[in-house]
């Protein structure tokens, strides 16, 4: 079965330093990986997929096969930043189609 | 840009009655999905429905649950005898297809509390 592990429920970093939020994954075939992230009081709204291997809002994520990993890094914080991410895992298979979540790790950037 | 909608936001019963949680998923989606988070809790899969049917569904998602498009617009989540541990915050998702690329879109959740 598969899983997703955030082992973070909190950073708290200060506006200008790199964040990195941790991602890892247990699965046995090939999965699809995302970052969804939820601004306070909004929907989750999807932030990033290993895909598509682009940067969004300053955000990065690289897929790591061999450590099962797909972390998420930002250089430079900006408090605007501060929201609950979450890392989820989808197998790509007929109809089914279900994500699975992490645990979510809040960020908090402070001034 | 279209949205996933959701109704009610705040839903409040008692324990043993019945709850009916309505979704609009985007309009030329065929896809869709239910989760929910417990407070403190991961998101987890509830179901999933393609083409009238329901395509997978969790151990969570047992007899008391059933799912329905009834219109070519809505679609329900019912719950049909309430308990304590069924409050959660309940997301509706849609999406277009379920290939690779193709990303899931949330509503903004139901929460219900059940007393």
């Known amino acids: 079965a598969q899983r997703v592990t955030q082992p973070e429920k909190l950073l708290s970093v200060f506006k200008g330093a790199p964040v990195e939020l941790k991602c890892n994954y247990s699965?046995?075939?090939?999965?699809?990986l995302f970052w969804y992230v939820q601004y306070s009081r909004q929907r989750l709204q999807l932030l990033l997929r290993h895909i598509s291997r682009e940067s969004i809002k300053g955000f990065t994520a690289d897929l790591n096969k061999g450590e099962t990993s797909f972390h998420l890094k930002k250089p430079f914080a900006q408090e605007e930043d501060s929201a609950m991410y979450y890392c989820a895992l989808r197998m790509i298979k007929a109809a089914g189609n279900k994500l699975t979540f992490g645990g979510g790790t809040r960020v908090l950037v402070k001034p | 840009e279209p949205e996933v909608t959701q109704t009610p936001s705040h839903q409040v019963t008692q324990m043993g009655q019945e709850v009916i949680l309505r979704c609009v998923p985007i309009s030329n989606h065929l896809y869709f999905y239910w989760y929910r988070q417990i407070l403190g809790q991961k998101v987890e899969f509830l179901v999933s429905f393609y083409n009238n049917e329901i395509s997978e569904k969790s151990e969570i998602f047992d007899d008391q649950f059933s799912v329905e498009r009834p219109d070519g617009s809505n679609f329900t989540l019912k719950i049909r005898s309430t308990k304590l541990e069924d409050s959660a915050m309940y997301f509706c998702?849609?999406?277009?297809?379920?290939?690779?690329?193709?990303?899931?879109?949330f509503g903004p959740g139901t929460r219900l509390t059940v007393t």
């Open positions: 998702a849609s999406s277009e297809a379920w290939r690779e690329g193709y990303e899931q879109y």
């Open positions: 699965y046995s075939g090939s999965p699809e």
